[in-house]
């Protein structure tokens, strides 16, 4: 071994055995008056070379062993003047001397006993020069030591150093369960520094452990040319916890990719980090993680991503309950690295019982989400997904077949304003149903902004339909309560303003504050003939704080035409000349219901035994929403009264080309009935026909 080195090391001055670059260099000429030799000795952050007569004196901060501090090797016997070089090697921790034709690995090979009590001669070294990486070379003047102080990115890292650096943060760990974003921030900066630490600590053998109560690190070796087909390793098991241990299988694409993107390297360096704390990683949606486990896994200096074989991180616990969806995710950090979320893009979940396995294409932090889903049967999925794709078809072809009815039959002047309004609320449902229907596959295709664009689309036709079913109310309002009331200039133009440019400018604000509120969704809603939890897809909100806001806009939507209706029962009661009539129109109540959109207060019911009948419920009444203003084609009656005081009404008799049970025409009634109070009851027509006052 000497002997090669002896034939390489000379003519390779400024490069290293490994054909890098060194980190540090020292050359001098020394003039051997005696036999003598070097002793290698620890400094704590220097590199020091001493010349006396006796010995040659290197110390430096880079010794692995520090408890056995001193080194000696035996100098050439021969006199006279030598030219020698220290080198210093980073990359693979080394620290070689070249001394005329012999070379020395110093502190790893045997050496001889080291002479205590050396008499110090000094004699000076002379044509000296240095240099460190990425400077230039500099001659110095001779003398007989020169002391060169290490830069911080130099200086070695030992197991000591590690176990601080843990210690610290394992105690702000256990000190900070629940950290707010500023905490969290600090947290994974220090995370990021025990990174850096471990990268280059220096290692007793091929793998080690550092271990602390909720932090353990793990540092695995591997050399290029000895690089496994797959590196498997696994984590010692705690039967207390609830996730008991994990496993990782690196494939072999990943060092063959590392490889790639470096052709010199000394080592392949691997880091586990094993966490058991979620105080670092917490979104917004104060997501709740498997057992609190977060596992890193990196390879150091290398950026892995779209591999082409899986990382496999399997994660051992406790039986799951039934109404828990396992998914594994991984920690994204924002642009600002000042917050983050659990995202699921580039990993699929295998289930068991008592595994769960994550296979993901780059490396990162991983957990496995627990995403609660409600107790639903597969026959009860696919019951209400036949519902609800064939209700909201019909609803589709309904509303916009009214629309074109309503388009050509409302010629009238005095229906204008309301015909309108129905039919605005009748083009939010069509583009609610048509965006609804298309979202599933939109999230299932491979093109994310596809899916931010159909999620968006699809929030603004939910707000425009939320918004024009309370612009019904409103309309409502002024027929039954004002009825009076008087004329507005532009009045259906600032309706649609309002209708359309509301959840406009509520959609474009949530997309320009970030561009991921809106992408896939994912929803945890039933258990498949096996057992197991399946999750549907679809493309939507993934802002939670956005997602209750609009909960908030809706319920807001509801209580109004909530109290639109309880004005119109209180007007009802007081018609008790028309018995017959008031009694009929209690019933056609329930057809306003749904006009005003009051059915979609069944969604606030979804909990405990009222979970299935409200899925039906909601499903059936509100998927077939945009059927019931079809009904009102045919209760178009002409009344008329004047917008300033002046009253009068005449009927007027049409066919029907629908059930004529629409919440439209039971709105009309309503209005007949509180503005002629002392009006005839309608004549008896065909079958099919109707007989309505209305007031515009």
């Not at 670059?21 to 070097?38: L, M």
């Not at 150091?300 to 082409?308: E, F, K, P, Y």
């Not at 909201?392 to 309004?421: E, G, N, P, V």
């Not at 899925?615 to 059936?620: A, E, G």
Request: hydrophobic share 40%; net charge positive.
């Amino acid at each position: 071994m000497k002997v090669l080195l002896l034939l390489l090391l000379p003519p390779l001055q400024g490069v290293g055995a490994s054909g890098r670059q060194e980190d540090f260099r020292f050359c001098g000429d020394r003039n051997q008056t005696k036999n003598s030799s070097v002793i290698y000795e620890h400094s704590s952050a220097n590199i020091s070379i001493e010349n006396m007569a006796q010995a040659l004196v290197i110390r430096s901060p880079f010794l692995t062993n520090r408890i056995n501090s001193s080194y000696q090797y035996s100098l050439p016997t021969t006199l006279g003047r030598y030219r020698f070089c220290v080198y210093w090697f980073k990359a693979n921790r080394t620290l070689w001397l070249a001394y005329g034709k012999q070379s020395f690995f110093l502190g790893h090979e045997p050496t001889d006993g080291v002479t205590r009590g050396l008499e110090k001669t000094r004699a000076s070294i002379f044509n000296v020069s240095y240099v460190f990486k990425g400077q230039k070379n500099t001659s110095l003047e001779n003398a007989s030591e020169y002391i060169f102080p290490v830069p911080p990115e130099m200086m070695p890292v030992w197991k000591q150093d590690v176990e601080d650096e843990l210690a610290a943060l394992d105690g702000l760990l256990a000190r900070v369960p629940s950290a707010g974003s500023k905490a969290q921030r600090s947290l994974r900066h220090k995370l990021g520094a025990l990174e850096r630490t471990l990268a280059q600590v220096e290692l007793g053998g091929q793998n080690q452990t550092f271990g602390k109560a909720a932090l353990r690190a793990t540092v695995l070796s591997i050399s290029p040319t000895q690089a496994p087909r797959h590196l498997a390793f696994a984590s010692p098991k705690e039967e207390s916890r609830e996730v008991q241990g994990f496993a990782v299988d690196l494939p072999s694409s990943l060092f063959v990719m590392a490889k790639k993107k470096e052709e010199e390297v000394v080592e392949h360096r691997v880091l586990l980090v094993d966490i058991n704390s979620q105080a670092m990683f917490q979104d917004e949606n104060s997501s709740h993680i498997l057992g609190d486990k977060v596992v890193g896994i990196s390879l150091v200096d290398t950026v892995v991503a779209n591999l082409s074989e899986p990382v496999v991180l399997t994660f051992f616990h406790n039986r799951l309950p039934r109404n828990v969806t396992p998914r594994c995710v991984f920690w994204r950090e924002d642009g600002t690295a000042s917050s983050g979320n659990w995202d699921s893009y580039g990993c699929t979940t295998v289930e068991g019982d008592t595994r769960t396995d994550c296979r993901c294409n780059h490396l990162t932090y991983f957990a496995v989400l627990m995403v609660s889903s409600p107790e639903i049967s597969y026959l009860h999925r696919d019951s209400l997904s036949i519902i609800t794709y064939i209700g909201c078809l019909i609803s589709a072809l309904a509303s916009i077949s009214t629309i074109f009815f309503l388009y050509f039959r409302s010629k009238q002047r005095d229906q204008i304003t309301s015909m309108h309004i129905h039919m605005n609320l009748l083009g939010a449902i069509f583009l609610l149903d048509f965006t609804f229907l298309i979202s599933e596959h939109l999230a299932s295709s491979s093109s994310q902004a596809a899916c931010r664009a159909g999620g968006l689309f699809l929030h603004f036709s939910l707000l425009s339909c939320l918004t024009w079913m309370g612009i019904e109310g409103y309309n409502l309002y002024r027929l039954v309560i004002e009825v009076f009331n008087a004329y507005h200039d532009y009045f259906l133009l600032k309706l649609c303003l309002v209708g359309w440019g509301l959840p406009f400018f509520c959609v474009m604000l949530i997309f320009l504050a970030n561009w991921t509120n809106y992408g896939p969704f994912y929803i945890p809603v039933y258990e498949s003939v096996g057992g197991r939890s399946t999750n549907a897809t679809m493309c939507w909100l993934t802002s939670p704080p956005a997602h209750y806001m609009t909960l908030c806009y809706a319920g807001l939507i509801l209580l109004f035409n909530v109290l639109v209706l309880v004005a119109v029962v209180v007007v009802l009661r007081k018609t008790r000349q028309q018995q017959r009539r008031a009694r009929r129109d209690w019933v056609t109540v329930l057809g306003l219901t749904c006009l005003l959109g009051t059915t979609w207060g069944t969604a606030f019911c979804a909990f405990g035994v009222l979970l299935v009948p409200q899925l039906y419920l909601f499903t059936i009444l509100n998927s077939l929403q945009g059927q019931h203003p079809g009904g009102i084609l045919g209760e178009e009656g002409v009344p008329s009264s004047s917008r300033r005081g002046t009253e009068g009404a005449h009927r007027t008799n049409c066919v029907t080309p629908q059930v004529c049970s629409s919440a439209f025409g039971t709105s009309a009634r309503i209005a007949a009935s509180a503005a002629h109070p002392t009006a005839a009851p309608p004549d008896s027509g065909a079958a099919g026909s109707a007989s309505v006052f209305s007031v515009n």
